[in-house]
């Protein structure tokens, strides 16, 4: 009778463990579909309609480290910075090793101004060797100590994305903004020029051309890069301080 007891009670445990796995697996399979119908919103550009679903799926499955980083990072394409940060925190709190996530954290803390945040971050993400796109975190890490004002550690993060994706065009504007500040202007101009090369149509690349070509005394270098700028950027900020640092060139009598 005991042992029927026993055998009983056994059977109950392990019936009960088999309806908890199940019904969690359901709720994976309904958080799976909400996440990817959220993620098909966000693609579509309805962030909002995104992050309801993305908020579901989070319901659903609490423990998924891949929902949590897509919803910071759905609340941080709003402009809504605080409502991502513990969103970010709770995916890498379930999945430490995430360097995409680590890289996209710091990111958000550049947009909060918190450099050394953004620093720390973006090292632990080129640490994590399974990181695809290293280069990425190397490149952000430099703007980082760009916007601290250490200009030689920016160089260096600059060059080490470089080193692993020699055409990143972007990284090299950004490389050269970072020697121009460090007062190497030859570095610069020739930096600024390759990655003109590369992105020969980018008016911020043009504009920062001719702020090297005006430190240097090339007036008329910098004049025709400011005009490029213009061309290239219609209705954008680069146009509209290219126009105002042109017509002082003309009213100083800098430009003839």
């Not at 709770?90 to 430490?96: C, D, F, I, Q, T």
């Not at 060797?129 to 160089?155: Q, S, V, W």
């Not at 992105?199 to 490029?228: Q, S, V």
Request: charged share 30%.
């Amino acid at each position: 009778m005991r042992r029927s007891l026993l055998a009983l009670v056994l059977c109950g445990l392990i019936l009960g463990a088999l309806g908890c796995a199940e019904d969690r697996a359901l709720l994976q399979k309904r958080a799976r579909a909400r996440e990817d119908l959220g993620l098909s919103y966000i693609q579509r550009g309805n962030v909002k309609l995104g992050l309801k679903h993305l908020r579901e799926a989070a319901r659903l499955d609490p423990e998924n480290p891949d929902i949590q980083h897509e919803l910071a990072l759905a609340y941080k394409e709003m402009g809504t910075y605080e409502e991502a940060l513990p969103h970010f925190k709770r995916a890498l709190k379930l999945k430490p090793a995430f360097p995409e996530a680590w890289n996209n954290l710091g990111t958000l803390y550049l947009l909060l101004a918190k450099w050394d945040q953004a620093v720390e971050c973006f090292q632990k993400a080129v640490d994590d060797i399974t990181y695809r796109t290293p280069h990425f975190a190397y490149n952000n890490m430099g703007l980082a100590y760009y916007n601290k004002g250490d200009y030689e550690r920016a160089i260096r993060s600059f060059q080490e994305a470089l080193k692993l994706d020699p055409n990143y065009g972007l990284c090299r504007v950004n490389l050269g903004l970072a020697y121009e500040a460090a007062g190497r202007l030859g570095e610069a101009l020739e930096t600024n020029l390759k990655a003109l090369e590369m992105l020969p149509e980018y008016a911020p690349a043009h504009f920062n051309l001719a702020g090297i070509y005006l430190k240097l005394g090339r007036t008329k270098k910098a004049a025709r890069a400011l005009r490029e700028t213009i061309r290239l950027d219609k209705n954008g900020t680069f146009k509209e301080r290219a126009e105002r640092l042109l017509r002082r060139l003309k009213e100083t009598g800098a430009l003839k």
